[in-house]
C-alpha cells in the first residue's frame, strides 16, 4: 500500500486548508485512519482519527475547528482544516490501519504517509 499525502501550504492566520491522504495499491481494505502532526521541535501528536465506519475522534487543540471525512471509492482521507492558527504549523502525517491480501492471507498492516507540510504565519 501506497500512501500520498498532500494538501499542505502557507497560509494566513483565520484561513482554511484541506489536507489529502490517499492509499492506493492491490487487495486492501482501508481500515482506521488518522492524522497526526510534528510542529517545529515537537514530538508528532495525534489530531483525528477516522474509523471504518465514520466515527470521528478529535484532539482538544482542533475540536471544532478541524473535520476529517473519508471517500471509501477513492480510498481518500480528507482533514478539513478552518480557522487556521500559528500553532497549527507542523508537518501533517497520514496513519493508515488496512486489511492488506498478502498470499493468501489477510492481513493487519499499518502505514505512514510521507507527510505534508502546513505554515500559518501572517
Known amino acids: 500500500v501506497q500512501l500520498q499525502a498532500y494538501g499542505g501550504g502557507l497560509v494566513q492566520p483565520g484561513e482554511s486548508l484541506r489536507l489529502s491522504c490517499a492509499a492506493s495499491?492491490?487487495?486492501?481494505?482501508?481500515?482506521?485512519v488518522g492524522w497526526y502532526r510534528q510542529g517545529p521541535g515537537n514530538e508528532r501528536v495525534y489530531v483525528a482519527t477516522?474509523?471504518?465506519?465514520?466515527?470521528?475522534d478529535y484532539a482538544d487543540s482542533v475540536k471544532g475547528r478541524f473535520t476529517i471525512s473519508r471517500d471509501n471509492a477513492k480510498n481518500t482521507v480528507y482533514l478539513q482544516m478552518n480557522n487556521l492558527k500559528p500553532e497549527d504549523t507542523a508537518i501533517y502525517y497520514c496513519?493508515?490501519?488496512?486489511?492488506?491480501?498478502?498470499?493468501?492471507?489477510?492481513?493487519?498492516?499499518?502505514?505512514w504517509g510521507q507527510g505534508t507540510l502546513v505554515t500559518v504565519s501572517s
Open positions: 477516522i474509523t471504518s465506519d465514520s466515527r470521528t
Open positions: 495499491g492491490r487487495s486492501f481494505s482501508l481500515n482506521n
Open positions: 496513519n493508515v490501519d488496512v486489511s492488506e491480501l498478502v498470499g493468501e492471507l489477510r492481513l493487519p498492516r499499518n502505514y
